[in-house]
């Protein structure tokens, strides 16, 4: 079973914001969440305060717990999450996007909805046992969680950065091999 659209966005805007405590951190400003909210096009209610930005970041450890979870451990996480933002999944269309599912309502704190958000697209991910999807960098000085929707699920990297400073690395130490 495919992973959803609307999941596989849910996992993206989760994955950026469980790497966005990591160093370099990211979404250090309230633009810079303005940014992430439009990127990850949410609709909905966005406050644009440092209160909301601090929010949205103190998610990160716990997505990171849930995303990284053993497979048979993410159904209780799921769950929890889903009664403490009182999840009641409905189809909803927007202007640029086909019918998906929201599990809180629009006017839900930002926080609350990517919580809700995150714990539905898991769903998909236990359903459809596509956890080998996720994982740690394969970068020895990086805790970045990547998220490979490739078809053949060959991506070991959180970031471009990674994947460059180890292609690097293995380039020279071929160098180094042949001299």
């Given at each position: 079973m495919?992973?959803?659209?609307?999941?596989a966005?849910?996992?993206r805007?989760a994955v950026?914001l469980?790497?966005?405590?990591e160093?370099?951190?990211?979404?250090?400003?309230?633009?810079d969440?303005?940014?992430?909210?439009?990127?990850?096009?949410?609709?909905?209610?966005?406050?644009?305060?440092e209160?909301?930005?601090?929010?949205?970041?103190?998610?990160?450890p716990r997505?990171?717990?849930?995303l990284?979870?053993d497979?048979d451990?993410?159904a209780p996480?799921?769950?929890?999450?889903?009664?403490?933002v009182?999840?009641?999944?409905r189809?909803?269309?927007?202007?640029?996007?086909?019918?998906?599912?929201h599990?809180?309502?629009?006017?839900a704190?930002l926080?609350?909805?990517?919580?809700?958000?995150?714990?539905m697209?898991?769903?998909?991910v236990?359903?459809?046992d596509?956890h080998?999807?996720?994982?740690?960098?394969?970068?020895?000085?990086c805790?970045g969680v990547?998220?490979?929707?490739s078809?053949?699920?060959?991506r070991?990297?959180?970031?471009?950065?990674c994947?460059n400073?180890?292609a690097?690395?293995?380039h020279?130490a071929?160098?180094v091999?042949?001299?």
């Amino acid at each position: 079973m495919p992973i959803a659209p609307d999941a596989a966005a849910a996992l993206r805007s989760a994955v950026e914001l469980v790497n966005a405590v990591e160093p370099p951190a990211t979404l250090a400003t309230v633009a810079d969440l303005d940014d992430f909210f439009r990127r990850h096009g949410y609709t909905g209610r966005h406050d644009g305060t440092e209160d909301e930005r601090d929010r949205v970041l103190r998610l990160a450890p716990r997505l990171r717990a849930l995303l990284l979870a053993d497979r048979d451990d993410v159904a209780p996480l799921v769950n929890t999450m889903l009664a403490e933002v009182g999840a009641v999944p409905r189809l909803v269309r927007h202007e640029h996007e086909d019918w998906h599912l929201h599990a809180v309502d629009d006017a839900a704190p930002l926080a609350d909805r990517i919580v809700a958000e995150t714990a539905m697209a898991m769903v998909d991910v236990v359903r459809g046992d596509e956890h080998s999807r996720l994982a740690v960098c394969a970068d020895h000085d990086c805790a970045g969680v990547v998220l490979d929707l490739s078809r053949n699920r060959s991506r070991r990297y959180c970031s471009t950065a990674c994947t460059n400073r180890n292609a690097q690395a293995a380039h020279r130490a071929r160098a180094v091999g042949r001299a």
